[in-house]
Nanobody, 128 residues
Framework: QVQLQESGGGSVQSVGSLKLSCAAS?????MAWFRQAPGKEREGVAD????????YYSASVRGRFTISRDKVKNTLYLQMNSLEPEDTATYYC????????????????????????WGQGTQVTVSS
């Protein structure tokens, strides 16, 4: 069974940057980053296709966050710039093993039930 391990979380001041990593124990297809703030539902913020040619960003992070992956290292990344206190959350990486990213005309982001493998999460705290 594929396992995912996130790292790179921490505390940073507003407009700072952090880079999250997610190491996979084996090859994966579509991968995504989700986040969950206290008292809120888990939301998908970005996803990336198996070879990295197709990406999606939620409106809340578009232009500030960049998702990427290294297929050789089986590692997913999330570069987060211009961080805001509203970005404070636990960040989770997720993977699909047997199918690619969903894409259709009104696609509005990755959904939890589309991903079968999850990491344990890493905390990101942004102070003003």
């Amino acid at each position: 069974q594929v396992q995912l391990q996130e790292s790179g979380g921490g505390s940073v001041q507003s407009v700072g940057s952090l880079k999250l990593s997610c190491a996979a124990s084996a090859d994966t297809r579509c991968m995504a980053w989700f986040r969950q703030a206290p008292g809120k539902e888990r939301e998908g913020v970005a996803d990336i296709s198996a070879v990295g040619t197709s990406t999606y960003y939620s409106a809340s992070v578009r232009g500030r966050f960049t998702i990427s992956r290294d297929k050789v290292k089986n590692t997913l990344y999330l570069q987060m710039n211009s961080l805001e206190p509203e970005d404070t959350a636990t960040y989770y990486c997720a993977a699909r093993i047997n199918s690619g990213c969903v894409r259709y005309s009104d696609y509005n982001g990755p959904r939890m039930n589309e991903f079968s493998v999850w990491g344990q999460g890493t905390q990101v705290t942004v102070s003003s």
